[in-house]
């Protein structure tokens, strides 16, 4: 019994490090978008340089889908260095091309949904780490309905619904909601069947990658309520 119950904790011990690198680094990410975004709003050579030039701006859209891609795809077979440094330099791009939200929405409204998003987000962790339901047939659900605000944001570009943004804005809310309580379960299986002997680049890879899903799930989530909650300029 006494050898069972110290493998228990030596488990436990794995879980929680490891978990708590995840959240580490999801952190790091989400301060360093929030100071690129703060600076660049309030330096206004780089603000007209990101949102003044529709190639660059897109251009720095899409250099991060491909970092995205990049890491989630191939982030085993990259060094730990690497794929570190790609997740802070798509940090860092993100924080650029939100910059825009200094500009449209009141800086309260910003600090009070933030602050509302860390909540709802906490509590979808504390859930998706603690429930005893399987969440795992979730996930197909949920990647459907990313799909559709994604093309349902596209088409919206066109017809400028302020309606169809709601109503976006609010699936857009109940599915990050999910995929954050589905992304940490996961997370926490991830960390329960890596073996004991693995090596620290491979758990330094596996945080990151576990960081990134959780960052994308705030950042998202953010927006959506940005969008409910925030109070124009």
């Known amino acids: 019994m006494e050898s069972i119950s110290a493998k228990q904790t030596q488990v436990q011990v794995r879980v929680n490090d490891f978990i708590r690198r995840v959240y580490n680094w999801m952190a790091i ?27 660059l701006f897109f251009g720095l859209i899409i250099a991060e889908l491909a970092l995205v891609f990049t890491i989630s795809a191939r982030v085993h077979r990259m060094k730990a260095s690497t794929a570190t440094a790609l997740f802070v330099l798509y940090a860092a791009l993100n924080g650029a091309t939100l910059s825009f939200i200094f500009i449209i929405y009141t800086r309260s409204s910003i600090a009070s949904t933030f602050f509302v ?17 399987d969440l795992t047939s979730m996930g197909g659900f949920l990647t459907m309905g990313l799909i559709g605000i994604i093309i349902a944001s596209l088409v919206n570009l066109f017809i400028r619904s302020s309606a169809m943004h709601m109503i976006i804005s609010y699936i857009g809310v109940l599915v990050f909601v999910g995929l954050t309580a589905y ?51």
């Open 29 to 55: 990410g989400l301060a360093l978008t929030g100071f690129i975004a703060y600076y660049v709003a309030n330096t206004p050579a780089l603000l007209n340089l990101i949102l003044g030039n529709q190639i």
């Open 117 to 133: 998003c860390a909540a709802t987000f906490i509590a979808c962790s504390i859930y998706g780490w603690t429930t005893k339901r």
């Open 183 to 233: 992304d940490t379960q996961s997370l926490k299986a991830m960390a329960v069947s890596q073996p004991s002997d693995v090596g620290a680049s491979a758990i330094r890879k596996g945080a990151i990658l576990g960081a990134l899903k959780l960052y994308l799930d705030f950042i998202n989530l953010f927006l959506m309520l940005l969008r409910i909650l925030g109070n124009r300029n």
